[in-house]
């Protein structure tokens, strides 16, 4: 799904003292929502409506974590999902990484690869097989990032996003495949 | 998972009836103080009663915001849920004194430089459209091509843009020639479209075929819209109210209209025909538009986003697609270019030649546009008879006669009359029926494969792969069956086993394939970008090892053949043709042998100047927090991970074979430098080929090109590979070397499946 890290290699400002990182909660909501959908839906044309939110949210609300500055004003957010997978091979507990966006003004910082961390942390927990997610071929600072955690790119999606740019799949594997969970998810 | 409660849900749904009878359906009845009653629902066993209080009662339970989701909510059904009033989901949201619809005058006559200035503009859609951009945000966006085709007219006579009384018999020249064009570009796009939804290709990602409703045309004849287009272009011609120089320009649209739908409707014809000349004078009547299009006007008022509004669609107005007259020019130009090239596939020579015309066709750069490869699938497969012609069985044994059975009575046609039970020829001929009708679909799949996007060709082949394997174990079962019926003497030979060795042709032919594909699948890796340079030591070596694996396979079949071939050659009585297959047979094999010996050569040179660069920590592989080379290589090697034969090398063992500990640096370095002459060597033998001998009749161009390109990265790794020597030689045994590399992506070396690194020398050594 959408995936915007920085594009941008210029200065940023600097880290604010008190950035901290919260778990996503339902109660939340209220205060919170608006702002991710904002921050989300910056470098979108389609926006999602607020039900692929909620979809991700109100299922997976601790595999979503942001990152708050001053006056708990929101930098970056990622949400994901995980839940048994099976197409071609073998079913699997994957992990979806399905928006990660980190304010312009904050790029630059590792903002994006904290989030990433902590929602992979608790897929880990969770005991996840692996985590899975596209990102815009076009878009190199996310698919370094990504790449320095661990993911490779398995395939690349011929014109995947509507403005017509193809994507490339990113994996990781969490565990090694024979001690994948298999037949116990099915 | 959830599929059987959701289906079973699906089917109680569709098992009621809902009563729809003419009911006042009072709009806003929520509110009104009397609740609606209840729908009737007829059903048996179904008794419908009033929950409207229990539902409140719950409602009432809930706090605000709190969220009620069934299980059976998916990800795609949120995707596809709108929010009313927001501008970007709410397809009848209006901005404050927008109106919902066009106000635009047709009646009013146009300059004849905004003819001109509205076609250009068209033709810019038409080849966005081609490009994958749906019709809506692109053709569909003229409200002159709104007019014609909302209502759907039956007859001519019911296109006039303007429709007052008296417009048909005074309709001004202008208007004629606007509508004639755009009559024939929307018949023109009805023959793409037809066509391509005829064949394999993926909606959205190639291609939208989605019309929103709307009929192209379909029920206006062919002839009549080539007939107004000609009597335009006369019209045109005797009038005298415009300059000549527009009368030209205008002119020459309408004819590369008639032309270009004539030459749609006539490209589906898999028998000799002129085509390959009507493309080409399809791309000579370009430069004319093309230079005349200084002359057009643009009038942006006659295109719209807001007749999407109008078309069978969810999602607001997009915004209509940008495609510059030079990029549409040079689409087009490329698409009369490649479909001239396309009907050549029809001349049929052998089936190793027809595979390496769709490889060969499907690598031009950039790749041909999707109608043209639609074209070639239709070319190849329409109506299950190959290029028009042939029947699957011909082609299958042909290619096996080619490969591993030359003149063999396993293909022997005659064994087909034999209804004798026990007689060995019966037995054969059912035998290869059961092969055959297991084989053809797979076999054939690797030509549609190879025909669809870069992307596409290399996640079906990782799927498709395991199916060979299977295929190969079939074949196998099949092949010692037939031996009792063929009555093939084994091989005896005590110096390679203690069995007797059996040929095993139909497994053999299985296994060939499915090498060449493991090969595309590592090669399409490289092209697409998908491995980080830290993995391009391992692939590089996984390439050489299969098309070495490739390479020994040959060597066996050609073994067999020898034997057989000598066998035949004992027998004055059979001779003529059948020395021609052996020949043909032998050929091939020897050629595919060559072609794998430079493959293995050049990438195992890479695959060592990759190690050495490692170990010269030019190339970094850097500790990844959640991951281990091991896990890594896991998830890359998944198409093969139950691939039986060859195995998948195990990831210790593979380690040991890329890093090899137990050589010097310069060894490896050395070997680097021997190998990479050998596959030079290797590049310049093959590419003096002849087309018969490379089995590229029919495209030994473009073959030849792509040798050219082999070499020339071959010569540019040479290059890399003593640069890289001379640093190992003069460095002493620790000292790090002041050098840079960088590593080219895709598309920007000489061969997009080598990837050469660039060694570039540090300022200060």
């Known amino acids: ?186 | 998972m959830h599929g059987e409660g959701l289906s079973a849900i699906s089917q109680d749904v569709a098992n009621l009836t809902l009563d729809d009878r003419p009911r006042n359906l009072a709009p806003f009845a929520a509110y009104d103080s009397e609740p609606p009653p209840p729908p009737k629902l007829k059903s048996r066993g179904v008794i419908a009663m009033d929950i409207t209080e229990q539902f409140t009662n719950a409602a009432q339970q809930l706090n605000m915001g709190q969220l009620i989701k069934d299980p059976y909510f998916t990800l795609f059904e949120s995707v596809g849920a709108l929010e009313i009033m927001d501008r970007k989901m709410d397809s009848g949201y209006l901005e404050p004194g927008e109106s919902m619809e066009d106000e635009y005058d047709f009646s009013e006559a146009l300059l004849p430089e905004e003819i001109i200035g509205i076609i250009d503009q068209l033709l810019c859609h038409e080849m966005a459209w081609h490009m994958g951009h749906p019709l809506s945000q692109t053709i569909f966006t003229s409200l002159y091509i709104d007019r014609l085709l909302s209502p759907c007219p039956l007859t001519l006579d019911q296109t006039y843009f303007d429709r007052s009384e008296s417009c048909s018999s005074d309709e001004p020249l202008t208007l004629q020639i606007l509508r004639a064009y755009c009559l024939g570009l929307i018949r023109t796009c009805s023959y793409v479209n037809n066509r391509v939804k005829a064949e394999h290709y993926y909606e959205e990602e190639d291609f939208v075929t989605h019309t929103f409703n709307r009929t192209l045309l379909e029920n206006i004849d062919h002839e009549s819209i080539l007939k107004l287009l000609d009597e335009t272009g006369e019209l045109l011609t005797s009038s005298s109210e415009m300059s000549s120089d527009l009368k030209r320009a205008l002119g020459c649209r309408l004819r590369f209209r008639a032309q270009f739908l004539k030459i749609v409707d006539m490209a589906d014809a898999r028998t000799p025909t002129n085509i390959k000349e009507l493309w080409t004078a399809l791309l000579a009547s370009l430069p004319e538009i093309k230079m005349s299009a200084h002359l057009g006007k643009a009038v942006p008022q006659s295109f719209s986003t807001k007749i999407q509004r109008k078309l069978a669609s969810t999602v607001p107005p997009r915004p209509i697609v940008q495609v510059g007259q030079e990029a549409a020019f040079e689409h087009l130009e490329r698409l009369c270019r490649d479909a001239s090239v396309v009907v050549e596939v029809l001349k049929y020579y052998d089936s190793h030649s027809l595979m390496t015309f769709v490889i060969l066709f499907q690598t031009r750069k950039p790749q041909p546009s999707v109608y043209v490869r639609i074209l070639l699938q239709h070319y190849l497969f329409c109506d299950m008879v190959i290029l028009g012609t042939m029947s699957i069985r011909q082609v299958l044994d042909d290619d096996l006669a080619a490969t591993v059975l030359p003149a063999h009575k396993l293909l022997d046609r005659g064994n087909d009359d034999i209804e004798v039970p026990h007689d060995p020829r019966h037995n054969m001929a059912g035998r290869m029926e059961v092969f055959r009708s297991r084989a053809a679909g797979s076999y054939l799949d690797i030509l549609r494969t190879i025909c669809q996007n870069r992307c596409r060709i290399r996640r079906t082949l990782c799927h498709t792969i395991a199916d060979w394997d299977n295929l190969q174990l079939d074949a196998e079962e099949l092949d010692q069956e037939l031996r009792e019926f063929t009555g093939e003497e084994p091989i005896i030979d005590p110096e390679i086993s203690n069995d007797p060795i059996y040929s095993f042709p139909l497994s053999s032919w299985a296994y060939f394939y499915k090498l060449r594909q493991m090969e595309w699948i590592v090669q399409l890796g490289f092209e697409l970008d998908t491995y980080q340079p830290e993995e391009l030591a391992g692939m590089y070596w996984y390439l050489q090892y299969l098309s070495k694996t490739r390479s020994r396979h040959l060597e066996r079949i050609r073994g067999f053949i020898m034997k057989t071939y000598a066998a035949f050659r004992r027998n004055p009585e059979t001779a003529g043709p059948k020395q021609a297959k052996y020949a043909n047979a032998l050929s091939f094999v020897n050629f595919s042998t060559m072609e794998s010996a430079a493959t293995y050569g050049f990438a195992d040179a890479l695959s060592c100047l990759y190690t050495v660069l490692h170990r010269l920590s030019l190339v970094q592989s850097p500790s990844r927090p959640y991951s281990d080379d091991s896990m890594r290589y896991e998830v890359r090697m998944k198409p093969f991970s139950a691939i039986g034969l060859p195995e998948l090398i195990q990831f210790d063992d593979l380690s040991q074979l890329i890093t090899q500990p137990n050589d010097s640096t310069i060894d490896i370095i050395n070997f680097a430098a021997d190998s990479v002459m050998g596959a030079k060597k290797g590049f310049e033998v093959l590419s003096k080929l002849s087309a018969k001998d490379a089995y590229c009749q029919g495209s030994h161009d473009s073959w030849v090109k792509n040798i050219k390109d082999c070499l020339k990265a071959c010569i540019f790794a040479s290059i890399a590979i003593s640069t890289v020597k001379k640093f190992v030689e003069a460095a002493g045994k620790d000292s790090q070397v002041k050098a840079k590399v960088e590593i080219p992506t895709a598309g920007k070396g000489y061969h997009d499946w080598w990837i050469v690194p660039k060694i570039i020398l540090s300022k200060d050594t």
């Open chain 1, 1 to 186: 799904m959408s995936d915007q890290q920085s594009r941008d290699k210029g200065k940023a400002a600097e880290l604010p003292a008190e950035l901290r990182y919260i778990q996503y909660e339902h109660a939340l909501e209220k205060q919170y929502l608006p702002s991710i959908r904002a921050l989300i839906s910056k470098d979108l044309s389609e926006p999602y409506s607020i039900y692929v939110y909620r979809y991700f949210l109100y299922q997976w609300g601790d595999l979503c974590f942001m990152a708050l500055g001053p006056n708990s004003s929101l930098l970056g957010v990622i949400i994901c999902k995980l839940e048994p997978h099976q197409s071609h091979s073998p079913p699997t507990l994957r992990g979806y990484i399905a928006m990660l966006a980190v304010s312009e003004g904050w790029r630059n910082h590792g903002i994006a690869t904290t989030l990433v961390r902590k929602a992979i942390d608790v897929m880990v927990e969770r005991d996840a097989d692996e985590v899975v997610l596209e990102t815009e071929e076009t878009n190199v600072p996310a698919m370094k990032l990504y790449e320095r955690l661990g993911f490779i790119r398995s395939k690349k999606l011929h014109r995947y996003y509507l403005n017509g740019n193809s994507a490339y799949r990113l994996v990781l594997h969490l565990k090694k495949m024979v001690e994948m969970s298999g037949q116990d998810l099915v």
